[in-house]
């Protein structure tokens, strides 16, 4: 009777387990996706400017190995940009006198954790369910470290308690949704991939200016330290 | 992904190389005792007139720092300048209707071929990273040379550079010196950073030689990430003054990027010439020992205290001056495929090498007296 047993595999686990992959973006895919783990948790933000934009090089990477080198280098090349700018403005903090250097650390890990998780399964349980014209290796591994990469800048937009790494982790966000939108079987994916990449570029930009005005004038948990963090 | 594996590999020895100079990366298990030992032997006197640097810490006027939503108005623009060249050149693709580039069927794996990927990986990063280390001593050997020449016809000229000597002794001496308290790891690996964006952005060009996709963007990415660096170490340091100084190199670096920009679109007019000559002048690594948004480097971080910062600046000021020399011949000539052609191709870069070293020493000696005595 015992040997009668078979174990079973789970359907949606031997689906997922059949589609194609790319072992070479899936691995830059991590490295970016660790990348960006490292520059979302550090509270120094030259130091997260730094690995934001190796995150945004590996990025880069995966996008070529897809087949998409303009797009990949414009994606590094956009994340450099906010980068630069998130240690310039971090830089205001330098001429408040008394200001804390380091920016006070993030919160609430773990619901923002479960909540994206949720989030996550979800979007990728209706994806799966859609009869994709094209399924090559390359598109389903890209995809999947663009929704990688889009969760991490989410948690890190729910963690966020400065405007600096809020600001890059928005950026993370909308560097992956361009990224995936290059991987979607349309023509004018890559034009819309484009288009969502100056939008990631206006959205550094833009955040960022707001978070140096609120330095400027003296606002902010970066300027005043949180109950917990003072002393 | 495969034509710039052998980039990424170069970039992460240089990072390992430079990190073990730094001390960020330790070896605990291997005793480098003898090489520090033959180190202090080989390189004490080139240390002893090295290891000084010019004080920079006088007193700065940090209120005058360049201005924050400047330089963001500045970041935005450049931002949207290389996802429109980028557009620009998508949109030109899809107008032309070309098909992408169809990929390469993968071979059966097999021991044989990993090797052979594996040992050309290895090949590639080395040479890249000998060739960085090389091209920084060949450029400050030029730089010193046509000083002396300029000095020889022009009396009361100071005949070398004094921020811009670098030499084999002085780098051993570097990497075995002892620290100190030192700077915060952000610092530390800024540098790591800008010396794997110099070797990547080298070995960029070993790849185009060898019939690899042009190097283009891997150059101009490589290059915005030095302005980054310069900006983590600024806001990193521990010293406002140092502070100051780097902010202002990132500045200045982030604020010619348009120009060298719009030098690698149109490269390679005699435009894009004019363009990178002047990039290679204004967006070069290095911080200068006087605060100012525009006051040029001639030899890395002149004003930094740690020697092993200031030989890692210097060498990756002397290897982006090569780079941006030789950048505009390779993209033309495309892959070497014989010994002449290489050979002429070296002709040309070092050509070009000495007439920017000539005009930039001309700059300094007459144009910018005052920085000949920094």
Redesign the interface.
Known sequence: MIALIQPSVDPAVEYVRQLPWAP??LI?GAASLGFAAFALTRR????A??AF??AG?AL???L??L?Q???G??T???A??????A??????A??VPGAPRTAPGNEQRLLALGLVAVLAAAIAIAALAVDWPRRDA?SVSAAVTAGALGAAGLVGVLTRRHGVSLVLAATLSALALAALTSTLPF?QA??FA?LL??FA??V??GG??LA?ASL?RGHGPWIEPLEEDAP | ?DP?LGP?AGALLAAFAAGIALGVVRLRRLSLEWWRRRASRAGAAALNSAADAPDADGPLD??A?PP??G???L??L???L??????R???AA?RAATP??A?VPALPPSWTAFAAQASGLVLVAGLAFLLTLGAALAVSLLDRAVARLLARFVPGERPVAPDGELDVPALVAAAGREQGPGE???VG??SI?LIAATVFAMASLVVALGGG?SPV??V??AL??V???Y??????ASR?EA?RLR?DA??RQ?AVAPLWGAGLVFAPSALALAALALAGALALPGASAQPGAFMLPWGGDAAEPSPVVRALSRVAHGAWIAILAALPFVAVAGPVTSIVDGVALAARVLLALVAFLAARAMVRHFVLPHAAVA
């Open positions: 070479s973006i830059a120094h933000p030259g130091e400017g730094l934009t190796l090089g880069a990477l995966v070529v190995e087949g080198g303009r797009l280098f414009a590094a090349w956009v450099a940009c906010v980068a630069i700018g240690a310039l403005v971090a830089g205001v330098r001429r390359a023509p890559g034009s484009f990449l100056a570029a206006l550094g930009a960022l200016t140096a400027e | 992904m710039y990424v940090l209120a720092a924050v939503f330089a963001l108005a970041t935005a450049v931002a949207l290389g996802v429109a060249v980028a557009a050149g998508e949109f899809v992408p580039p990929a915060p790891f952000g690996l800024a950073v996709p963007p891997a101009a990415v915005l990430v302005p980054v660096a900006a983590a170490a600024a806001e990193r406002p502070a902010r990132a500045v982030l």
